[in-house]
């Protein structure tokens, strides 16, 4: 069946060859059992839960195959839903500290897959429609050149090479989200499942910090290594299932502005109830915002929402933009007595003692100032910061010592892997983003 924005589309087995499908479904599930039979025997807890979850996918791919449900469907709720549960799997562990550990898939990258080949099987063969805009596409080929240069002459070896295959993967799942919700109605779908993945982590926030919630490490609520290295738990921070505090506040500062968008702009494709929902999301992931006691996201997502309405504020003719700040300042208000509770995180962050947490960034930007230049063209390599920052330490404090992590600055740290060139390109690239986020809010459509 073709695909219609406006239709849920269904896989076709039987333009495939559903036996050899159903064959390879069942290998790969007795290949599953196997390996479930020697980790019983191995007695490890995380990769038995793998091991599990792998069995159930195999399950349901038969389940959806012999009876052909909309799998499509299913991929595109699982790919969103994948932006909020950090389902990754290691299938090579080589630094445990980094991030990609190793070589490893993640859910969002499998369900990017189905998704993309399912839009290459059913498109037209007069459909050729553009993705990304000319200029980013340029920019971002060009920020490529710099990584894959970088990755090969970096200090890491294998680990780079490992990271820029997960840098390839970013863009990838990037491209799928452009390409797959490009037409009205799935884009429309996209924000409102944005909007319940917003709702769902903020929930997760709240009941980890109010109540025992029980930890998976495997779905990602963190590790011990990884929350004590964040000082979760003598702060009282929260991740939901993005495995640490400080992502879970990057990825959801992030999401934010996407769901308040429709909610500023009035977006006459979304109902009042619609445009309710996404309101109650936002003010949900504010909440874990706040509770992650990252001040970085705290600072973007005033950042991204503000640009939000200046850029709506365009979108309003002249009589409206008399009652626009108005309007929007009875929004804040009304977010700010739900968030009241609240309240007393945010004071406690910002005035007593954080354990040098912001007093050491100082030095360890001294650090990746040491590291660029020494390294102007192509960097230390993708991964090769935590392994060269020790050389470059020179400060009295020896803060490698004192904090073995990375600059808290990713423009440092992006150009102290890739040379001075990839940092900026990837600041250009955020310019032209923005650039395309401001001619998308100038229009009610």
Request: charged letters at 15%; hydrophobic letters at 55%; glycine letters at 8%.
């Amino acid at each position: 069946m073709k695909i219609n924005a406006n239709k849920i589309e269904y896989f076709a087995p039987q333009k495939l060859n559903s036996p050899l499908i159903l064959a390879i479904g069942f290998c790969l599930l007795a290949c599953a059992i196997g390996i479930g039979i020697g980790t019983l025997c191995s007695g490890s807890q995380i990769a038995l839960i793998g091991v599990s979850v792998g069995i159930v996918a195999a399950f349901g791919l038969v389940f959806v195959l012999v009876y052909d449900l909309p799998l499509i469907l299913l991929m595109r709720i699982g790919f969103i839903a994948s932006f909020f549960i950090k389902a990754d799997i290691t299938i090579l562990k080589i630094d445990e500290l980094e991030d990609p550990s190793g070589l490893n898939i993640s859910a969002a990258f499998i369900c990017a897959v189905v998704l993309f080949l399912s839009d290459f099987y059913n498109r037209s063969e007069n459909e050729n429609r553009k993705v990304f805009p000319l200029s980013f596409s340029i920019i971002l080929t060009a920020l490529t050149i710099c990584a894959a240069i970088s990755a090969f002459f970096g200090v890491n070896g294998k680990l780079g090479w490992f990271n820029f295959l997960s840098y390839l993967s970013s863009i990838f799942v990037c491209f799928v989200v452009a390409s797959h919700f490009g037409k009205r109605e799935r884009l429309k779908e996209l924000v409102l499942g944005i909007g319940l993945g917003v709702a769902f982590t903020g929930t997760t926030a709240l009941s980890q910090f109010f109540v025992n919630f029980p930890k998976i490490p495997f779905l990602g609520t963190g590790t011990e290594e990884e929350l004590l290295w964040t000082q979760a738990e003598l702060f009282s921070r929260v991740s939901g299932f993005l495995r640490t505090p400080t992502e879970m506040g990057w990825v959801i500062s992030a999401l934010i502005p996407i769901i308040v968008a429709p909610i500023i702009a009035y977006a006459k494709d979304f109902s009042v109830f619609q445009r309710l929902i996404l309101a109650g999301a936002s003010v949900l992931g504010i909440a874990a915002i706040i509770l992650s006691l990252a001040r970085g996201s705290w600072l973007a997502l005033i950042i991204g929402v503000g640009m939000i309405i200046l850029f709506a504020w365009k979108n309003w003719e002249k009589a409206e933009r008399k009652n626009y700040f108005a309007a929007i300042g009875g929004l804040v208000l009304l977010s700010a007595m739900a968030l009241a509770p609240l309240g007393s995180r945010i004071y406690e962050r910002l005035t007593t003692d954080d354990g040098e947490s912001a007093a050491i960034r100082i030095p360890l930007m001294k650090v990746a100032t040491n590291i660029i230049e020494d390294n102007p063209l192509v960097g230390v390599g993708l991964s090769g910061y935590r392994t060269a920052m020790y050389r470059y330490d020179d400060t009295k404090e020896h803060v490698t010592q004192v904090f073995p992590g990375t600059v808290h600055n990713s423009f440092a740290h992006i150009t102290a892997e890739i040379g001075i060139a990839g940092g900026i390109l990837f600041g250009i690239l955020l310019l032209i983003a923005v650039l395309e986020c401001w001619i998308t809010m100038s229009s009610r459509d």
